[in-house]
């Protein structure tokens, strides 16, 4: 009998599942241009993996309490859906196939994503992927958002899984200080920041992709490690 050392994985979705934190960048750098918005860049990189709330709040922190965010957001959403909705938003390399292995060897998946519900059901179920996933926990359906462990404290509690028994799969210090803070298993696959020190303390692993994810599982999964 496989004695297996965990129960479930979660997911984060954007910069884990799509290839779309850049591409958000990328939108939001062309609105910053037309409106004369400065160092947007910088700002998008303080706000990786918080959810549309405390979004809003450290961008008028930075750039006043009278900056028309909302007007920007949606201007640069749309933007964003013209480009990459319906479908096409690109997806990490190695994501099929690791939610296949874990779909076929019973072991639980859930989502836990800073964006908003809606979003987040609507790119998965275009992408073919919703059906994969036993939970989907997103930033509109919890209190705090990360680096607190709420989302993920939730996910596992839907799945009726130990948090200790959790992996959790994020690219951002702000999910891997939620996932550790949870008392889960952090796998840190780093896309726009690259790990620090910190964040080589608070993983049980710091992966390239999401190809060596499903290596480094599957090797705990038959107690290879």
């Known amino acids: 009998m496989i004695q297996r050392d965990f129960d479930a994985v979660i997911f984060d979705m954007d910069g884990v599942i799509f290839d779309s934190e850049r591409l958000v960048v990328e939108c939001w750098e062309e609105t910053a241009a037309k409106y004369n918005i400065p160092n947007i860049a910088e700002a998008c990189a303080e706000c990786v993996g918080i959810n549309a709330t405390a979004t809003r709040e450290k961008m008028k ?26 479908g096409r938003l690109p997806m990490k390399k190695g994501i099929k196939e690791l939610l296949e292995f874990l779909n076929k060897n019973d072991i639980r998946i859930a989502l836990a994503s800073s964006t908003r519900e809606a979003v987040v059901k609507q790119e998965l179920k275009d992408a073919g992927l919703l059906n994969y996933f036993d939970a989907v926990i997103c930033g ?16 596992a509690e839907c799945l009726q899984i130990a948090p200790e028994r959790c992996y959790v799969i994020e690219d951002s210090y702000n999910g891997i200080k939620a996932a550790y803070s949870a ?42 490690c």
Do not use: C
């Open 183 to 224: 008392n889960m298993r952090p796998l840190m696959v780093p896309d726009m920041l690259p790990p620090n020190k910190e964040m080589e303390e608070l993983s049980e692993y710091i992966l390239p992709s999401l190809i060596e994810v499903k290596e480094y599982l599957m090797a705990h999964f038959f107690n290879l």
């Open 61 to 86: 922190l930075r750039y006043g309490q009278d900056f028309p965010y909302d007007e920007y957001k949606a201007e640069m959403s749309a933007l964003f859906h013209t480009r990459y909705g319906e």
């Open 140 to 155: 509109d359906m919890v209190k705090r958002s990360k680096p607190a462990p709420d989302i993920f404290l939730k996910a």
